[in-house]
């Protein structure tokens, strides 16, 4: 069983910056590709980014230039660096772990098989 649990968010101004981490069972990045996911009240889950094993990255076109996700295998610890906030990001985040979903599903919640709880973040205009 894997447990993930996420932490950093908070309430921020536009423009600003929030790093959000998530603190994972041991092995669990060397075992099962990561992602980040948010969910704003009445809307589906979307990914924002992902994270393999050997580190390759992808992001939704909604967050690439301002995102950057990454993982300590050390500290078993996922980060989402999130830069030039909008009111827009505003969601709850979750971190999630799966395996084998095809590569072009990896920012589909349907790939994954293990999440959080979730931490919330609210972007002001």
């Known amino acids: 069983q894997v447990q993930l649990v996420e932490s950093g968010g908070g309430s921020v101004q536009a423009g600003g910056s929030l790093r959000l981490s998530c603190k994972a069972s041991?092995?669990?990045?060397?075992?099962?590709?990561m992602g980040w996911f948010r969910q704003a009240p009445g809307k589906e889950r979307e990914g924002v980014a992902r994270?393999?094993?050997?580190?390759?990255?992808s992001y939704a076109d909604s967050v690439k230039g301002r995102f950057t996700i990454s993982q300590d295998n050390a500290k078993n610890t996922l980060y989402l660096q999130m830069n030039s906030l909008k009111p827009e990001d505003t969601a709850m985040y979750y971190c999630?772990?799966?395996?084998?979903?095809?590569?072009?599903?990896?920012?589909?919640?349907?790939?994954?098989?293990?999440w959080g709880q979730g931490t919330q973040v609210t972007v002001s205009s």
């Open positions: 994270i393999l094993s050997d580190g390759g990255t």
């Open positions: 041991p092995y669990t990045y060397s075992r099962y590709y």
């Open positions: 999630a772990a799966g395996s084998g979903g095809s590569w072009w599903s990896l920012l589909l919640p349907g790939a994954y098989n293990y």
